[in-house]
T-cell receptor, first 111, second 117 residues
Framework: GESVGLHLPTLSVQEGDNSIINCAYSNSASDYFIWYKQESGKGPQFIID?????DKRQGQRVTVLLNKTVKHLSLQIAATQPGDSAVYFCAEKAGRRALTFGSGTRLQVQP | DTGVSQDPRHKITKRGQNVTFRCDPI?????LYWYRQTLGQGPEFLTYFQNEAQLEKSRLLSDRFSAERPKGSFSTLEIQRTEQGDSAMYLC???????????????FGAGSRLTVL
C-alpha cells in the first residue's frame, strides 16, 4: 500500500550543528506535506508544511525541501538546540484524504 | 482558547470493558480527527469529521470502534469490548477546512492513553 517512511530511526547531533531528517513517500498523488515534532507525553506539534507546487520552504531555523522526482522530503534544522530533541514525523496527504504519517525519527542533541 | 482538549488523559481498563474518550477541538475549527499511536510509531488515522458529518473512516477502524460528533463541536470515540491490542495513545486533532495556507494543519491534543489489562 501507499506509505510514508523515514530512512533513519535515530539521529544524534551536536548542539549548534545543522540537522537533516529525511523522509520518503510513495504516493505520487500526494500534494501536501508536513513535518511535526513530538516531545515525550505530548501530542505532535506543527513545524512546517509545503505544497507539491513548491520545492523549498523556509521557516524560523527550519527548511523543508521537496523532491517530487524521487519522492523525497527533508527537514533541515539550523543551529540545533537541546530543545529540538524530540521525535520528528513527516506526513503527507492527497486531495481531501486525511494526513498519513511516517514512523518517525528521534533527534538527540548532544550538549 | 486552550487548544485541543482530551479527556481522560489516562485510562486503565480490563479486557472486555467499554471505554469512551472525549475531544474538545479548537472552537472555530470545523474538522476533527482521531488518530491512534503506539509506542515508536507515527499516528495512524482512524476517522475524521467535518462539522457533524463523518467523512472518512480508516479500514483500521473495526466494528468495535465508533466515533460521533453530534453537534459539530466535541467528539467522542468509544471502544467496545476492549482488547489488549487496543492499548495505545488516542490522539484528537482539529483543523479549519478551507483554502487558506493553514487549512491542512492539524492541531493535536495531548492524547488519551489507554491501557487494556
Amino acid at each position: 500500500g501507499e506509505s510514508v517512511g523515514l530512512h533513519l530511526p535515530t539521529l544524534s547531533v551536536q548542539e549548534g550543528d545543522n540537522s537533516i531528517i529525511n523522509c520518503a513517500y510513495s504516493n505520487s498523488a500526494s500534494d501536501y506535506f508536513i513535518w511535526y515534532k513530538q516531545e515525550s507525553g505530548k501530542g505532535p506539534q506543527f513545524i512546517i508544511d509545503i505544497r507539491s507546487n513548491m520545492d523549498k520552504r523556509q521557516g524560523q531555523r527550519v527548511t523543508v525541501l521537496l523532491n517530487k522526482t524521487v519522492k523525497h522530503l527533508s527537514l533541515q534544522i539550523a543551529a540545533t538546540q537541546p530543545g529540538d530533541s524530540a521525535v520528528y514525523f513527516c506526513a503527507e496527504k492527497a486531495g481531501r484524504r486525511a494526513l498519513t504519517f511516517g514512523s518517525g525519527t528521534r533527534l538527540q542533541v548532544q550538549p | 482558547d486552550t487548544g485541543v482538549s482530551q479527556d481522560p488523559r489516562h485510562k486503565i481498563t480490563k479486557r472486555g470493558q467499554n471505554v469512551t474518550f472525549r475531544c474538545d477541538p479548537i472552537s472555530e475549527h470545523n474538522r476533527l480527527y482521531w488518530y491512534r499511536q503506539t509506542l515508536g510509531q507515527g499516528p495512524e488515522f482512524l476517522t475524521y469529521f467535518q462539522n457533524e458529518a463523518q467523512l472518512e473512516k480508516s479500514r483500521l477502524l473495526s466494528d468495535r470502534f465508533s466515533a460521533e460528533r453530534p453537534k459539530g463541536s466535541f467528539s467522542t470515540l468509544e471502544i467496545q469490548r476492549t482488547e489488549q491490542g487496543d492499548s495505545a495513545m488516542y490522539l484528537c486533532a482539529s483543523s479549519l477546512a478551507g483554502v487558506s495556507s493553514g487549512a491542512n494543519v492539524l492541531t493535536f491534543g495531548a492524547g488519551s492513553r489507554l491501557t487494556v489489562l
